[in-house]
């Protein structure tokens, strides 16, 4: 019963390449996000998108690009990789955003892309 | 954009004894400050957050302390235990009327609980 769930864990690919990393999550969330965590362990938001805005980081280069076919699932394309893009990757998920009250995110396992 | 600065980045205590990290914020908008503990290799799972209208919250041995005038936040841990041994990261984060700016984090602080 994994509520974040991600593939691959592990992605290994040459420079150059295009890869997609898949999140799904099954705890009925309205938002998801992907962070980005580097060698330093520095974790930064890359996007957050519910069905009505995709709020994109302003650093994040355009060859990322999350693509939501349904609700449950937010996926990363990542176009033309380059060595700087080596990371552990993080999709999260959490309860639409109001002006109420801001909710949990909840984290999936995380995806460790080397780029050679 | 916000900003988060996080405290010691390294803390090192003796079991039993006492953690606190610090972390302040730049944006007076953010309203939502969680603390998430990440162990090696492992997701960050949420420990305790606290909303801006609450100065103090406490679950058991962890408890958060928020100052809203002087922008910062504390977590505290009693009674420390090898378990504990862990990278904790605060975070913040607003809303932007419907949509969701995800969470900006600190840089994180790896505590070491000595035996």
């Known amino acids: 019963d994994t509520a974040v769930s991600q593939t691959p864990k592990y992605l290994v690919t040459q420079m150059g390449n295009d890869k997609s990393i898949k999140c799904e999550q099954n705890l009925g969330h309205d938002t998801m996000y992907w962070y980005k965590q580097d060698s330093k362990k520095f974790l930064k938001i890359m996007f957050s998108?519910?069905?009505?805005?995709?709020?994109i980081n302003e650093t994040v280069p355009n060859r990322f690009s999350p693509k939501s076919p349904d609700k449950a699932h937010l996926n990363l394309h990542i176009n033309s990789l380059e060595l700087g893009d080596s990371a552990v990757y993080f999709c999260?998920?959490?309860?639409?955003?109001?002006?109420?009250?801001?909710?949990?995110?909840?984290f999936g396992p995380g995806t460790r892309l080397t780029v050679l | 954009g916000e900003n988060v600065e996080q405290h010691p980045s390294t803390l090192s205590v003796q079991e039993g004894d006492s953690a606190v990290i610090k972390c302040t914020y730049s944006d007076s908008a953010s309203n939502y400050f969680p603390w998430y503990k990440q162990e090696l290799g492992k997701r960050p799972q949420l420990i305790i957050d606290i909303r801006s209208n609450v100065g103090e919250k406490k679950d058991q041995r962890i408890a958060v302390t928020l100052n809203k005038t002087a922008k910062h936040f504390s977590l505290h841990i009693t009674e420390t235990q090898p378990e504990d041994s862990a990278v904790y990261f605060c975070?913040?984060?607003?809303?932007?009327?419907?949509?969701?700016?995800?969470?900006?984090f600190g840089k994180g602080t790896h505590l070491i609980i000595q035996p």
């Open positions: 975070a913040a984060s607003m809303y932007s009327g419907g949509g969701a700016d995800g969470l900006t």
């Open positions: 999260a998920s959490s309860q639409e955003w109001s002006l109420a009250a801001a909710t949990e995110q909840f």
């Open positions: 998108y519910n069905n009505k805005e995709l709020i």
